[in-house]
T-cell receptor, first 113, second 114 residues
Framework: KNQVEQSPQSLIILEGKNCTLQCNYTVSPFSNLRWYKQDTGRGPVSLTIMTFSENTKSNGRYTATLDADTKQSSLHITASQLSDSASYICVVSKPGGGQNFVFGPGTRLSVLP | DAGVIQSPRHEVTEMGQEVTLRCKPISGHNSLFWYRQTMMRGLELLIYFNNNVPIDDSGMPEDRFSAKMPNASFSTLKIQPSEPRDSAVYFC????????????FGPGTRLTVT
């Protein structure tokens, strides 16, 4: 069954600290993996998109990694800021788009001063 | 660019009424997506269009839901008749094309059906 799991479900850290969010998937065949940030009451914002051949992709303080062999991805946030408080959603796509998107449940991150 | 525009931002309606949600994609984007988000089910893709043509509507929950894209700058999602279980946030997103392109989401429409 095509699934995407994310851990932890929620996380609380202090401002300035680093953190890592995990995404494990069983989706096959694989096309690409996306990380989104969703602030409360807003639409998701794309952070990274990675294909099979990409191991790492950065977007400012956000760095995503992908291990297509173990079907694992991580999102590392460096020097967290209060504005990083949000839900982070992992989405895995099969070739062809459309219903081939499989969404993770998200990780809720709270950054405290 | 104004980004993806959705209206209304909030909609409260009674069960059985017709609801129409509207979306204006980013100019020049050829693909448009309708999503629904609830606490229980998370984000779900309902339907997507490419060049105004519906490509995959297998996520539409039932016949009460319909979507149209009469031109490149406008799309609607209609629910008729609405039911309380349709209460959710509905997002529209657009991208340059199909495939591995970044999707840009609108602010969403929060629908409450009483």
């Amino acid at each position: 069954k095509n699934q995407v799991e994310q851990s932890p479900q929620s996380l609380i850290i202090l401002e300035g600290k680093n953190c890592t969010l995990q995404c494990n998937y069983t989706v096959s065949p694989f096309s690409n993996l996306r990380w989104y940030k969703q602030d409360t009451g807003r639409g998701p914002v794309s952070l990274t998109i990675m294909t099979f051949s990409e191991n790492t992709k950065s977007n400012g303080r956000y760095t995503a990694t992908l291990d297509a062999d173990t079907k694992q991805s991580s999102l590392h946030i460096t020097a967290s800021q209060l504005s990083d408080s949000a839900s982070y959603i992992c989405v895995v796509s099969k070739p062809g788009g459309g219903q081939n998107f499989v969404f993770g449940p998200g990780t809720r991150l709270s950054v405290l001063p | 660019d104004a980004g993806v525009i959705q209206s209304p931002r909030h909609e409260v309606t009674e069960m059985g009424q017709e609801v129409t949600l509207r979306c204006k994609p980013i100019s020049g984007h050829n693909s448009l997506f309708w999503y629904r988000q609830t606490m229980m089910r998370g984000l779900e893709l309902l339907i997507y269009f490419n060049n105004n043509v519906p490509i995959d509507d297998s996520g539409m929950p039932e016949d009460r839901f319909s979507a149209k894209m009469p031109n490149a700058s406008f799309s609607t999602l209609k629910i008729q008749p609405s039911e309380p279980r349709d209460s959710a946030v509905y997002f529209c997103a657009s991208s340059l094309s199909q495939g591995i392109y970044e999707q840009y989401f609108g602010p969403g429409t929060r629908l409450t059906v009483t």
